[in-house]
């Protein structure tokens, strides 16, 4: 009884907040404008800022000038101007880098460059340019609908992977990165984004092709992005990103998922079907 009643406890801050995101993302995404780059450019700043205070724990990050490259992107993203403006920035960040570490070590005698350089631009790509991706995808005809399938199929695969492993999870995924996750529950996080995307096709009247590639990304690459961040908490030896979200940890580890299926999808739909 004290373990089932420890588990009731810790689920529901867990859910309750988890409906609170949800909620509020799903709000800002149905008004679309500035509601959904405000939203999204507040997800995406805290999630980099999370990042590098992860990398801060075994090297030092320029993270003033990472952060500054974020917020310049998302602002040309969110002005409509084409993102491959925003490109410009990152030879410019990497040079402004290497240039204050060779001060560094005039005048301390230590640098840390290609480190430093990598890791901070590695948090714009890694966590910055996704969440563009998706305010770019937003203005689309179709925006709405592939932005909402995308959001849905990836909690749905969360959700589905998270009751399906803990019910009846038996062989473990990948237990040196996150030894939690099953084979079980991964396949049930992969059903449950194949239905929540062939569902949203039947309830919108649309062909169901576009969608249940959404579906597929989610219910596949989703979960590989969930493992991208466990192997950064492992190297960094930290068990979540932040505690910004009660019962789920920092941002970054409740939108991990979503920065590599925001990726695929926008390649899929502006690169390739285009």
Known sequence: MAVLSSRVSDLFPRALSGFAVVLIVSAALYLGAWW???????????????????????????????????????????????LEYSVVILPASVLLVLAIEVLRRQLAGTSNAIRNAG??????LYIVYPWSFLIEM????WGLLLTGALLLCTWSCDVMAYLVGNRWGRF???????????????LGGFCGSLFTAGLLAYISGVPPLPLLFIGLI????????DLAESVLKRETGVKDSGSIIPGHGGMLDRFDSILFSASCVYMLFEVIWN
């Open 218 to 225: 989610c219910g596949l690459v989703g979960q590989l992005g």
């Open 138 to 141: 937003r203005t689309r005809e």
């Open 119 to 124: 890791g901070t631009l590695a948090g714009v």
């Open 36 to 82: 959904w780059a405000g939203i999204v450019s507040c997800i995406a700043l805290v999630s980099l800022w999370e990042f590098y205070g992860m990398l801060e724990r075994e090297f030092h990050v320029s993270r003033g000038i990472g952060i500054l490259v974020g917020i310049v992107t998302l602002v040309f993203t969110g002005l409509s101007s084409p």
């Open 172 to 186: 473990l995924l990948c237990e040196k990165v996150s030894p939690k996750k099953t084979w079980e529950g991964a």
